[in-house]
């Protein structure tokens, strides 16, 4: 296992790279390119001016000769450069924003595991009844429903209509300090939004994946032997059919992300995604590449925690 | 020993020999035996048909203003099916062009994936060692980002929101998933006696990917293809809704929705239903398809009576 461990870290460093030339390609490749941080200026710069500035940021130097410039800066300095707009440090800009979409997400993955998994316990064990269809279809209509669209509906029946949450931001601008009651109500909404379009891919994967191990033959064992069916389904059925789903966290990541970054846009929520919009709108390629970076970044560590998640609750994988 | 084979009178082999049907038909029967998939394929049809007749279909110009009800979005009425939105226009009239939109986006970012992907996974699994191995790991990469994120920053970059550059955008971006599907189809195909007679024969690299390997891992790929139509039309949508993508005043479904949140959109809550409500139906019914393509062209079940 630490064998496995081991080469699975040292694996991270070359994708880890490579993700970093992507993400520094893309702006970098850009037409105007890093350069258009002369867009901004407040007053038109001679052409003699803007090559003086460029020879000191070295913006004169081709894309991969910045390119380890900037990697040496990230690694050495823990710096990813200065926004484009305000000046202030990438890492520090993205940094406070980093707990606001992880909150968002983990309280969404709380919920959907919380309905997905007995749903589909339920479906499984109970094929072709109500409840089958019903999560059949949520998966479905789930997986078609663009994110930002489901937030506009909830916003406009429960924060328009009724007003029974407020329709953005994390706190009321009465409010002083931290308040656990006017987050959670803010929080309401948004977390529905993204709990109801990722049951989809959950509910689904979990009625399969419960239903394949109902097809077992320990399982048809188990049943012969006169263990009660609560046992079978939920001691011998439920353990193995959660492996498999623990993969799909790693798989899912991406998808998740991009769901929360709507939802942080839709309902106003100062996160990552609401930066990385604004960063994309105003052209500040320092912060667009510094959150490129972060989403990768957690996007990897999902999966490696999916994996070793995986290595050690199965004890029938070895990895040698 | 000559064994003796009774010689059969052509009537009882008739009789006891299954028809013979063609692979097409085959999986046609057992398509249409599903009826999610059937359900699917008549909404994709009609949708299909909006798009292409969607002059035809309305006598309003999309990107007419209607300068006395400008301001006041009329509801939905026999005169305006959909209603019409804050700057007057017939908005029935709008989500037909807005489906030509989606559907062109979602068929041609899907072909340009699919045909990448399915070259990329080809070559990576055909050549195998460092080639497929190096190859792969860029797969890995690439899929480490989310996607949308990835389309959006690109799209920013490009500046550039012609249809042309939305669906390369879309399609250069999303064939990851097809390139490793095809070269795990790929990896089984090759050990094949098939192959290797092929090979004996001295056929061409290029001849026995083209001829003989990709033909045998198409069905896979034909119903990838499928859902990846529903995932392009989301990808454009969402594009589209934050202003990256199809530009106003050519009618979208998503950028239609770019004033949700402004209080008069709100007061009129049909300019909001309706766009997303054809989202929805139409990944839905792409999904559906998919899924019976997905059973109907399934070798471990193909043939079987049930």
């Keep these: 296992m630490s064998n496995y461990l081991g080469r699975r870290l040292l694996g991270l460093i070359p994708l880890m790279l490579g993700i970093s030339v992507i993400s520094y390609a893309i702006m970098a490749?850009?037409?105007?390119?890093?350069?258009?941080?002369?867009?901004?200026?407040?007053?038109?710069?001679?052409?003699?001016?803007?090559?003086?500035?460029?020879?000191?940021?070295?913006?004169?130097?081709?894309?991969?000769?910045?390119?380890?410039?900037?990697?040496?800066?990230?690694?050495f300095n823990q710096s990813l450069g200065f926004s484009f707009i305000d000046g202030r440090p990438v890492m520090i800009k993205i940094l406070?924003?980093?707990?606001?979409?992880?909150?968002?997400?983990?309280l969404s993955f709380v919920c959907t595991l919380t309905i997905a998994i007995p749903a589909a316990i339920y479906a499984a064990t109970h094929k072709n009844s109500f409840v089958d269809y019903l999560t059949t279809a949520i998966s479905f209509i789930g997986y078609g429903m663009p994110t930002f669209w489901l937030g506009i509906m909830l916003l406009e029946i429960f924060a328009v209509r009724v007003h029974w949450f407020p329709s953005s931001g994390l706190s009321s601008i009465d409010s002083t300090g931290f308040n656990l009651g006017d987050r959670i109500h803010h929080l309401v909404l948004p977390v529905a939004t993204l709990t109801f379009v990722s049951l989809a891919s959950w509910m689904r994967y979990q009625r399969a994946s419960m239903l394949d191990v109902l097809d077992e033959d320990y399982i048809r064992t188990a049943a012969a032997k006169g263990l009660s069916r609560t046992t079978v389904i939920y001691k011998h059925a439920l353990r193995n059919a959660l492996l498999p789903?623990?993969?799909?966290?790693?798989?899912?990541?991406?998808?998740?992300?991009?769901?929360?970054?709507?939802t942080e846009i839709v309902f106003s929520i100062p996160g990552m995604g609401y930066l990385g919009l604004n960063a994309i709108f105003e052209r500040d390629y320092p912060t667009v590449m510094g959150i490129t970076l972060f989403s990768a970044s957690l996007v990897v560590l999902g999966n490696l925690l999916a994996d070793i998640g995986y290595a050690a609750a199965d004890p029938r994988i070895r990895y040698d | 020993m000559a064994t003796t084979q009774p010689v059969r009178p052509q009537a009882v082999l008739d009789q006891e020999m299954p028809p013979h049907i063609s692979m097409t038909a085959d999986v046609w029967r057992r398509f249409a035996r599903n009826r999610l998939a059937l359900v699917g394929?008549?909404?994709?049809?009609?949708?299909?048909?909006?798009?292409?007749?969607?002059?035809?279909?309305?006598?309003?110009?999309?990107?007419?203003?209607?300068?006395?009800?400008?301001?006041?979005?009329?509801?939905?009425?026999?005169?305006?099916?959909?209603?019409?939105?804050?700057?007057?226009?017939d908005y029935f009239t709008r989500m037909l062009f807005g489906a030509r939109v989606s559907l062109e986006v979602g068929f041609s970012a899907m072909l340009v994936a699919i045909t990448?992907?399915?070259?990329?996974?080809?070559?990576?699994?055909?050549?195998?060692?460092?080639?497929?191995?190096?190859?792969?790991?860029f797969v890995d990469m690439m899929l480490s980002f989310p996607t949308f994120f990835l389309i959006l920053t690109v799209e920013a970059v490009t500046n550039n929101f012609s249809i042309i550059v939305i669906m390369l955008v879309i399609g250069m971006l999303s064939w990851m998933g097809v390139s490793r599907l095809v070269r795990g189809q790929i990896l089984s195909l090759r050990e094949r006696d098939f192959v290797s007679a092929a090979r004996a024969l001295g056929a061409e690299d290029g001849r026995i990917i083209w001829r003989h390997l990709l033909p045998n891992a198409l069905a896979p790929v034909i119903v990838a293809a499928t859902l990846a139509i529903g995932d392009n039309i989301l990808t454009e949508a969402g594009l589209s809704y934050l202003g990256l993508g199809v530009q106003i005043p050519t009618p979208s479904w998503g950028n239609s929705l770019q004033k949700a949140l402004d209080p008069e959109t709100l007061a009129a809550?049909?300019?909001?239903?309706?766009?997303?409500?054809?989202?929805?139906?139409?990944?839905?019914?792409?999904?559906?398809?998919?899924?019976?393509?997905?059973?109907?062209?399934?070798?471990?079940?193909r043939g079987r009576g049930t």
Excluded at chain 1, 42 to 58: E, F, H, T
Excluded at chain 1, 96 to 106: A, R
Excluded at chain 1, 251 to 259: I, M, N
Excluded at chain 2, 62 to 83: A, R
């Design chain 2, 116 to 137: 990448f992907g399915t070259i990329y996974g080809a070559i990576s699994a055909f050549y195998g060692g460092w080639v497929d191995a190096s190859m792969m790991r």
């Design chain 2, 269 to 301: 809550p049909w300019l909001i239903v309706i766009p997303g409500l054809l989202i929805v139906l139409t990944v839905v019914a792409f999904n559906f398809v998919g899924e019976g393509l997905r059973d109907a062209l399934d070798p471990k079940t």
């Design chain 1, 96 to 106: 406070e924003k980093l707990p606001t979409t992880l909150q968002l997400i983990s």
């Design chain 1, 245 to 262: 789903v623990i993969t799909l966290v790693g798989l899912y990541l991406p998808a998740l992300l991009t769901g929360a970054y709507f």
């Design chain 2, 41 to 89: 394929l008549a909404m994709v049809g009609l949708l299909v048909v909006c798009a292409v007749f969607a002059n035809h279909l309305s006598s309003y110009d999309p990107n007419n203003l209607d300068m006395s009800i400008v301001g006041t979005p009329q509801p939905p009425s026999w005169q305006h099916l959909f209603g019409t939105d804050a700057d007057g226009r």
């Design chain 1, 29 to 75: 490749l850009a037409p105007g390119g890093t350069g258009s941080i002369f867009l901004h200026s407040a007053r038109p710069m001679s052409p003699a001016d803007v090559l003086i500035i460029k020879q000191q940021l070295g913006l004169d130097k081709p894309w991969f000769v910045q390119y380890f410039y900037w990697l040496h800066n990230l690694v």
